[in-house]
């Protein structure tokens, strides 16, 4: 099946995507959301990709190194055999600072026989909107670009140059490597330099790894999806990104394709609460200062998202040059969404800080400005709780009053008073807790739908959104409570499709949605754990793993026909709730086992 095969590798400045065929084709240097170096992803013939051809008779097979960032696809026919190790390399310096330069070293390993390959090597600088010629210097290759804006990148290897560039066949006899970078070296590269690299930055995620917990079920899975959301991560920030890529289609052939290289709010605080449950509080510190830095002012207002380095304008530009993923145009750079309003973001933001303070209250650093911003939030959604907005699923239309919106608009005012106890700052606790208390009735009143036994997408409406699963898990409802029962068999009847969900089934600014939002399909799955249909959620859960692609890679979508992965990829939220759903099934394991041990 025609998939997004893909791996992804990175280093917390940038990704690349490399194909099961061993293809590099989307890369943007020197960070994420840079301009392209390759595109094929985007454009299956101008983008430009980076391609390593054996012969028609080797088999292929890919996999990560374990419990590592570092992808190994193996070529063999058998008597000949190589290894391709990709990675972005990553590692601790003597000076105690990350090495993690805007580079991809591509590790030719030789394994036996004389195997034979030969390189497609068709960079296209500044996604591609200008020609780009390549020229072999004594030391490198250098590829150049000026149409629209100059840009260079340089390509170092232990091979034939001419051959590379030609596309001549080369016999592997000994390790040989290649590397790419944005910058010229100063220190020449070697294969023993290379060769360097890839162990110091193989014991760096082993190390890494090594830090997270071990689980009784489904540890593989979510190792794999730790290691995923952590090259999400911008170090230099803290920002996390929602996906690696722009503008992967929710449904081939449609335009719902969106510029996914920025940092939402909401994506980002729900990675960074469950990279927290996972012990890695150095995350959890980088962000909240990334926040910090981002409300300067106590009466600031947050943007649902913001650039990685802190943008704040984030303008929606096509890209018409390129034909899109399968032909899935338009290609967009920047999102317009930015000048959106969603309530719900004070909430999510709140329930992070809450959490940071009660898992390192002993250890948490610029506590007085998060006190600072949790007064400020409750300020802010005092003022506007009440007020329409966009909701979860940012539609573009006119704004209503989303339920998804006004819970987690409860869920700050909930947060902000466990805050306020922690800091003993207990005159705010009594005002705090009236809004609290008239924010849960008003939801109750307005929020559920008698006639359809279900809290609805919003206000007045007879629609179901899978938003308004998250209830249960953000502490609004009891998971056994009758209301969420019966409003999650309301939307396993309406919005299921083949174990699938749908975000929700009502027309939206782009017409009836036809693809399955994975997370939708997490939360579910956690909602039958949660009311005790645990065989069943066991089963969902297991099915929608077979449906992730040869690395347990999720993307953002999935047909509901074909299993087939859509949207940008991979994607943070696909992940974040994988990872939820597996410590809750291991979880309910050990506590089966210490029974039978106590029995």
């Not at 088999?59 to 590592?68: F, L, P």
């Not at 790894?209 to 689980?215: E, F, L, Q, S, W």
């Not at 250890?363 to 006190?371: A, F, K, M, P, S």
Request: proline share 3%; glycine share 6%; net charge neutral.
């Amino acid at each position: 099946m025609d998939n997004l095969n893909y791996g992804i590798i990175g280093n917390c400045r940038s990704a690349a995507l490399i194909s099961n065929t061993g293809s590099l084709d989307w890369c943007c240097l020197p960070q994420f959301d840079s301009t392209s170096v390759f595109a094929k992803l985007l454009d299956d013939k101008n983008g430009g990709s980076f391609k390593i051809n054996a012969k028609y008779n080797y088999e292929i097979h890919q996999e990560y190194h374990r419990n590592t960032a570092i992808l190994v696809t193996r070529y063999s026919d058998g008597e000949n055999i190589f290894e391709v190790h990709d990675f972005m390399p990553r590692y601790y310096k003597l000076t105690g600072k990350y090495n993690a330069p805007p580079e991809i070293v591509r590790y030719v390993k030789h394994i036996s026989g004389a195997p034979k390959f030969n390189v497609h090597y068709d960079p296209k600088l500044e996604y591609a909107q200008g020609q780009t010629t390549n020229h072999a210097k004594t030391n490198f290759i250098v590829s150049l670009t000026s149409k629209k804006k100059f840009d260079t990148l340089f390509l170092y290897t232990s091979f034939d140059k001419s051959k590379v560039l030609s596309g001549d066949e080369i016999t592997l006899k000994e390790d040989g490597y290649f590397l790419i970078c944005y910058n010229e070296k100063i220190l020449k590269p070697t294969t023993e330099k290379m060769s360097l690299e890839l162990e110091r930055t193989k014991i760096y995620w082993l190390d890494w790894v090594d830090r997270t917990p071990n689980y009784k079920q489904f540890n593989k899975e979510i190792v794999r999806s730790a290691i995923t959301l952590k090259m999400l991560t911008y170090d230099k920030t803290g920002a996390v990104l929602a996906a690696a890529t722009t503008s992967l289609p929710e449904t081939i052939g449609e335009v719902r394709n969106w510029d996914y290289r920025f940092c939402w709010i909401r994506d980002a605080s729900m990675v960074i609460k469950v990279v927290s449950e996972l012990g890695h509080k150095n995350s959890a510190r980088r962000y909240l200062q990334f926040i910090i830095d981002l409300m300067p002012d106590k009466d600031e207002k947050l943007q649902i998202m913001y650039g990685i380095n802190k943008e704040k304008n984030l303008t929606e530009k096509t890209l018409s040059h390129l034909d899109g993923y399968k032909g899935s145009k338009p290609v967009r750079i920047g999102n317009a969404a930015y000048k959106q309003k969603q309530n719900d973001i004070y909430g999510i933001l709140m329930d992070v800080i809450y959490e940071q303070l009660a898992k390192f209250s002993n250890d948490i650093e610029n506590g007085e400005e998060l006190w600072s911003i949790t007064k400020g939030i409750v300020w802010i959604v005092s003022k506007h709780w009440r007020e329409p907005d966009k909701g979860i699923w940012e539609f573009r239309g006119e704004d209503r009053h989303f339920t998804f919106s006004k819970v987690l608009c409860w869920v700050a005012m909930d947060r902000a008073i466990k805050v306020a106890k922690i800091f003993g700052k207990e005159r705010k606790i009594e005002k705090w807790t009236a809004l609290e208390q008239e924010m849960k009735e008003d939801i109750h009143e307005n929020a559920w739908n008698s006639d359809i036994n279900a809290f609805v997408q919003s206000y007045g409406s007879s629609h179901l959104d899978a938003s308004v699963l998250l209830m249960e898990s953000y502490g609004f409802i009891h998971a056994k409570d009758p209301k969420f029962v019966s409003t999650v068999k309301a939307i396993e009847e309406d919005l299921s499709n083949d174990g699938l969900l749908y975000r929700y089934k009502n027309e939206d600014d782009f017409g009836l949605p036809s693809s399955s939002f994975t997370i939708c399909t997490f939360w579910f799955i956690n909602s039958l754990f949660k009311i005790g249909e645990e065989e069943k959620a066991l089963a969902h859960f297991e099915r929608l793993l077979s449906y992730s692609n040869h690395l347990g890679l999720f993307s953002e979508d999935i047909d509901f026909k074909t299993k087939r992965l859509l949207g940008n990829f991979p994607q943070a939220y696909s992940h974040l709730a994988l990872i939820e759903c597996a410590i809750n099934f291991s979880r309910k394991k050990s506590e089966e086992k210490i029974l039978e041990s106590i029995s």
